[in-house]
């Protein structure tokens, strides 16, 4: 690793550790959809008028509604009739995991498209933690699809430090080095900051531990299975990596070498463009 890159990541953790990053807040629509899963009385009809007060959001929600993942047996056209196909859950999650989506922007043509790369390998992850999260029964394809949706979220700010430091940014493997060797911790502020759930919060940092025994199969174990398929499917294999072994899948009581569980995982990976 560069010396530059140690030092730009000395600077981001002392300004982690200082709270002087900026650290995104989350936008107003994913606060006001938080409180609306809160309510236990709310009527779909009034999470709908709160989902619908975001153009882009509503677009993107009625889009992942008709996706293959939630196959649903006629086109669904306004947001109303797509909450009300999810359920007031599974509508705040997922769309509280698009809100993030709208976050990965960028000024510079370079940064842009390392972001849309990040998100892409977010919804292919969230889409087989969302098949993955049926095999067992207290976890649920709501939480499973936001957990892949936020896996990569620490990358964000460091992207957006990048913007402001060429020097990084023209070099893109100290970049890489540094995004990999710190998402996992600005990721967990991040989501902390936020006030996720601890289920949540805990996967930036957990996921590439694989090593990890959970007491009870959790959506870290989802986001790391899926992860590690997404990594395969693409071609880009962890090196060194026993897949068998990890004691996520026997968390999850998963049979790798099933070819059904293959297909299906890898049908999941398209599920939410």
Same mark, same amino acid.
């Given at each position: 690793? &560069?010396? /530059?890159? #140690?030092?730009?990541?000395?600077? =981001?953790?002392? $300004?982690?550790?200082?709270?002087? !990053?900026? *650290? ?88 842009? &498209?390392? /972001?849309? #790369?990040?998100?892409?390998?977010? =919804?292919?992850? $969230?889409?087989?933690?969302?098949? !993955?999260? *049926? ?139």
């Amino acid at each position: 690793m &560069s010396s /530059m890159a #140690d030092e730009v990541q000395r600077d =981001l953790i002392k $300004a982690i550790d200082r709270d002087a !990053l900026f *650290l995104p807040t989350l936008p107003e629509v994913a606060m006001k959809i938080r409180l609306a899963a809160e309510d236990s009385e709310i009527t779909i009809a009034a999470l709908s008028k709160v989902i619908g007060s975001d153009t882009a959001l509503s677009a993107r929600l009625i889009k992942v509604v008709n996706s293959p993942l939630l196959r649903p047996n006629f086109e669904v056209s306004d947001v109303l009739t797509a909450v009300r196909r999810l359920g007031v859950n599974y509508s705040c999650n997922l769309a509280i995991g698009l809100v993030v989506e709208q976050m990965f922007h960028a000024k510079s043509g370079v940064v842009e &498209s390392k /972001m849309r #790369d990040i998100w892409k390998l977010s =919804l292919q992850v $969230a889409g087989v933690s969302s098949v !993955l999260s *049926l095999k067992r029964a207290h976890l649920k394809a709501d939480k499973a699809t936001l957990a892949g949706l936020i896996h990569l979220i620490g990358v964000l700010p460091i992207l957006t430090y990048a913007e402001d430091n060429f020097e990084l940014l023209a070099d893109a493997v100290s970049l890489n080095h540094v995004i990999e060797r710190i998402h996992p911790i600005i990721g967990e502020r991040l989501l902390r900051s936020w006030d996720f759930p601890e289920a949540l919060a805990i996967v930036p940092r957990q996921f590439q531990n694989f090593t990890r025994v959970s007491t009870q199969a959790d959506y870290v174990d989802l986001v790391q299975v899926a992860t590690v398929h997404v990594h395969e499917a693409t071609g880009r294999p962890y090196p060194n990596l026993d897949v068998l072994g990890m004691p996520a899948v026997s968390q999850l009581g998963l049979n790798m070498a099933d070819g059904a569980l293959i297909n299906q995982m890898n049908e999941a990976m398209t599920l939410l463009y």
